[in-house]
Antibody, heavy 117, light 109 residues
Framework: QVQFVQSGAEVKKPGASVTVSCKAS????????IHWVRQAPGQRLEWMGW????????KYSQKFHGRVTITRDTSATTAYIELTSLTSDDTAVYFC??????????WGQGTLVTVSS | QTVVTQEPSLTVSPGGTVTLTCASN?????????PNWFQQKPGQAPRALIY???NKHSWTPARFSGSLLGGKAALTLSGVQPEDEADYIC?????????FGGGTKMTVL
């Protein structure tokens, strides 16, 4: 089974930026669309955007457009999400997930990002 | 803005059968919404169960099945086990974006 391993927890101040990574344990990394999803405490999952790991195409949720950038490094089989201009509302667990065709398959373990002054 | 709605909570007895549903405020859910279903337990990442309405992953127990029912996506558990107690979350594709439901907290009692 493919594993997606994410980077560790982050604590940031308001106005700062954060980057979370997601490393895939598969040589078929470029076959995946990698999604980024977040879950604030007690809230529903929220889709943020995706990257086609093969060709680098991206699409972002309108809510985050302008504040989020998703990239990938195929040689490192790793995807990244950068979120800028952080506020306390961005405190959440951030997940990556891999999609093949129309199915979402494997999820990362989650990365807690805390925004606090 | 697309809003996806699920039952907030359900209680089922061990060995019983239960159907959870997933509705969209934009209209009937169809196969073109590519419904996906996930199981999430406290403190864990979601685990994929069903994709494209009714397709199971290789690790999905046989007692889980997906369908379309009355304009909604549906997840049916037949022969519920105590370890099935969890949140069940649906995901729909609409208007170029993916939208999650609020989840159904299923209690096995």
């Amino acid at each position: 089974q493919v594993q997606f391993v994410q980077s560790g927890a982050e604590v940031k101040k308001p106005g700062a930026s954060v980057t979370v990574s997601c490393k895939a344990s598969t040589y078929t990394f470029t076959s995946y669309v990698i999604h980024w999803v977040r879950q604030a405490p007690g809230q529903r999952l929220e889709w943020m955007g995706w990257i086609n790991a093969g060709n680098g195409d991206t699409k972002y949720s309108q809510k985050f457009h302008g504040r989020v950038t998703i990239t990938r490094d195929t040689s490192a089989t790793t995807a990244y999400i950068e979120l800028t201009s952080l506020t306390s509302d961005d405190t959440a667990v951030y997940f990556c997930a891999g999609q093949l065709s129309s199915g979402w398959y494997f999820w990362g373990q989650g990365t807690l990002v805390t925004v606090s002054s | 803005q697309t809003v996806v709605t699920q039952e907030p909570s359900l209680t089922v007895s061990p060995g019983g059968t239960v159907t959870l549903t997933c509705a969209s405020n934009t209209g009937a859910v169809t196969s073109g919404s590519y419904p996906n279903w996930f199981q999430q337990k406290p403190g864990q990442a979601p685990r994929a169960l069903i994709y494209s309405t009714s397709n199971k992953h290789s690790w999905t127990p046989a007692r889980f099945s997906g369908s379309l029912l009355g304009g909604k996506a549906a997840l049916t558990l037949s022969g519920v086990q105590p370890e099935d107690e969890a949140d069940y979350i649906c995901l729909l594709f609409h208007g170029g974006a993916w939208v999650f439901g609020g989840g159904t907290k299923m209690t096995v009692l």
